[in-house]
């Protein structure tokens, strides 16, 4: 692989409280090649989303950076200042969110809000931008773009606001698209129409994407490699039919098999006990340790590194083989 | 068919909208939203219905015109052949209960788990007064939950344990039939198993009937043993769950499958399972409802005959197509989407 256009190498992000910090992102470590789809996997509170604001530089005010570093095209973004910062957001990366009536201007028509980028940062005329609005517009699959341009977002459905989105973050023609959890407020029809466009725009225009969602199966169908986040660091990283051939990590093995499965029904879902853990207090060594089937006393003191377990994998865990053994004795997915 | 619990005749729920008033005096026609728009449903004793349907279809407002949440605007809710309306006597209302989507908005903030379960307990007179405590207890226990759990507030409470003190609130009545209006969607994906674990258990342990409204494919194949599709206020297929997955026979409930995302990586065909955005249920399209979005649709049929709920050669399966059970015609793309590039 030459070199890849995000690499994330050992992020670490806090949060400011009245009681203390909390480490929303601890040791974070990934990478996304040129063309090429991410997904980054984990329930609510496991730092998705921080990580993905921090590569941005969309963090809310009471968090930082506090350790690694984030390189967009060779350039690391956490030593660079605001203004370079500004430069890249939206040139380069572009970020989709999950509530699109919520990240649209409500009082500005959609035409105009995609055409402000082409004028303030490309420098179009007026005239211009709006006709390279009405061509984004027609790119994402909006019907009738002339009528909709003049509509305000309250005026749409749900998945003409997200396409709406993505015709906005893809006009700086960015070479990286961050997608918070695009399709988790839709219908599974329109989620399905999102997905495919996302696909075409990515082979059209050679978009490098990374896809965040708490969802397997969109995940399966959407990403090459996929890494997994629990309270706030990666667990696993791999490419998506590997992992979830041979999961390495027993958080990720829980996952797969707590999942229903569209095409095969298993007698009973094999749910993970307990509750993520609170990250003001995470538990010592393993964070996953309380709820883990395969625990043993050495899980829980140091923190455990990160476990080179095969070409482009890796797993935070100590006993990554009886969580690989346990999948080969029982595939977590058909024909996998 | 063993004995029907529930049965529902051409039920309708139409909300007038706002503005009306002035429609009227301009003689002009009232606006009508139609959310539910003519259901035939059976569910029989001790069976698990899914029901199925892209949101604004008019799923869990059936689901609200059961339990006795709003009114039937015309047709009938039949229970053990009694007719039910939304003002029910106590001894009628228990019979029915809900789980809803939402544990954060569906339990009330300021009372403890034990004032929750011990106030229906006494106003139904469930069980005498000195055994109170003791069932609030047994409940707990039933949905997993310790005794620890009575004196706390739902604040201190995870979603998938809130959810587990709405069902133990839903079952201190001792209802025979059970509503969960999407019952895991608000929760984590490693929580939503241990709730339809116990929602299966219960099921088993208790008899129960169950209607399930889910949009989640997956998990409606999971735990339903028949399954209806609804689209903007109609059924318009139902059968045994492994006959609707394994040979649908609506183009929409064929589309719904094919939009399902798979966990088999990298088996993504190209084209959406089904085009566009679903119709207001407030201007209906006419004929048949799915025609504007349906890939088989022929002219001038589908847009002015209104297809009935047709059965076909395999028991318990029937669709609302005028090509479900016969040779359909040639697949084109409907027109509402214009096709870019």
Request: charged letters at 25%.
């Amino acid at each position: 692989m030459s070199e890849p256009l995000l690499r994330v190498r050992d992020l670490q992000v806090e949060f400011r409280l009245s009681g203390g910090t909390l480490r929303a992102v601890d040791s974070a470590s990934f990478e996304v090649g040129r063309g090429e789809t991410l997904g980054l996997v984990g329930e609510s509170g496991s730092g998705k989303t921080v990580a993905l604001r921090a590569v941005v530089g969309l963090l809310p005010r009471t968090a930082r950076i506090t350790a690694g570093t984030v390189e967009i095209d060779g350039t690391d973004v956490t030593a660079a200042g605001e203004d370079r910062r500004r430069a890249l957001r939206g040139t380069t990366v572009a970020m989709i969110f999950q509530e699109p009536m919520t990240a649209l201007n409500p009082v500005m028509r959609v035409g105009d809000q995609i055409a402000e980028e082409p004028m303030v940062r490309l420098g179009q005329t007026r005239r211009n931008a709006r006709t390279t609005a009405l061509e984004l517009m027609r790119l994402v699959g909006i019907p009738d773009p002339r009528r909709r341009a003049d509509a305000y977002p309250h005026e749409l459905s749900g998945g003409l606001r997200q396409r709406v989105m993505i015709a906005i973050a893809l006009s700086g023609n960015p070479k990286l698209l961050l997608c918070d959890e695009p399709t988790t407020a839709l219908d599974v029809t329109i989620q399905d129409q999102i997905l495919k466009l996302l696909q075409r725009l990515q082979h059209e225009l050679g978009l490098a994407l990374v896809f965040v969602s708490h969802d397997l199966a969109v995940i399966a169908q959407t990403c090459q490699r996929l890494a997994v986040m629990y309270a706030g660091q990666v667990v696993e990283t791999g490419a998506v039919a590997d992992v979830f051939r041979e999961p390495r990590h027993p958080y990720t093995l829980g996952l797969l098999r707590s999942v229903p499965d569209f095409d095969v029904v298993r007698a009973q879902l094999a749910a993970i006990g307990g509750a993520p853990p609170d990250l003001a207090a995470p538990p010592h060594g393993c964070r996953f340790h309380p709820r883990c089937p395969f625990v043993q006393n050495d899980c829980l003191d140091g923190g455990i590194p990160l476990f080179d377990v095969g070409p482009g994998r890796a797993a935070r865990c100590l006993h990554h083989d009886e969580a690989a053994a346990d999948a080969r004795r029982e595939p977590v997915i058909a024909n996998a | 068919m063993p004995e029907s619990l529930l049965e529902l005749d051409g039920l309708h729920v139409h909300y007038e909208l706002r503005g009306n008033l002035g429609r009227r005096v301009r003689r002009q026609e009232a606006e009508v939203l139609r959310a539910v728009d003519g259901v035939d449903l059976r569910i029989a004793k001790g069976e698990t219905l899914g029901l199925v349907g892209e949101s604004g279809c008019g799923k869990s407002t059936l689901g609200r015109a059961i339990v006795g949440l709003c009114d039937p605007t015309a047709g009938s809710v039949r229970y053990l052949g009694e007719t039910l309306t939304a003002r029910r006597e106590r001894a009628r209302r228990r019979r029915i209960q809900m789980v809803f989507q939402d544990p954060y908005s569906s339990l009330n903030p300021r009372m403890s788990v034990r004032q929750t379960l011990a106030e229906l307990l006494r106003a139904h007179r469930m069980v005498p007064k000195q055994a109170v405590e003791a069932r609030c207890r047994e409940l707990l226990e039933l949905v997993g939950l310790g005794p620890r759990a009575l004196d706390a507030h739902p604040r201190q409470f995870s979603g998938g344990q809130r959810q587990r003190i709405a069902i133990a609130r839903a079952l201190a009545l001792e209802p025979e039939l059970l509503i969960a209006d999407e019952p895991v969607s608000a929760l984590d994906v490693s929580v939503q198993a241990t709730v339809l674990n116990l929602l299966e258990d219960l099921r088993e342990k208790l008899g129960l009937t169950m209607l399930l409204i889910a949009h989640n494919m997956a998990v409606v194949r999971h735990v339903a043993d028949r399954v209806a599709v609804m689209y903007l206020g109609r059924i318009v297929e139902e059968a045994p769950t492994d006959e609707l997955f394994t040979n649908p026979r609506h183009p929409y409930t064929q589309g719904l499958l094919r939009a399902v995302p798979r966990l088999v990586p990298g088996r993504v065909s190209e084209t959406a399972g089904v085009v566009g955005d679903p119709p207001s249920p407030i201007h209906l399209p006419t004929g048949c409802r799915f025609h504007p979005r349906c890939p088989i649709a022929q002219e001038p049929l589908c847009s002015t005959e209104d297809p009935a709920l047709a059965k076909g050669p395999i028991a318990g399966h029937s669709a609302a197509c005028h090509f479900a059970w016969t040779e359909r015609p040639a697949a084109h793309v409907p027109e509402v989407i214009e096709e870019t590039s």
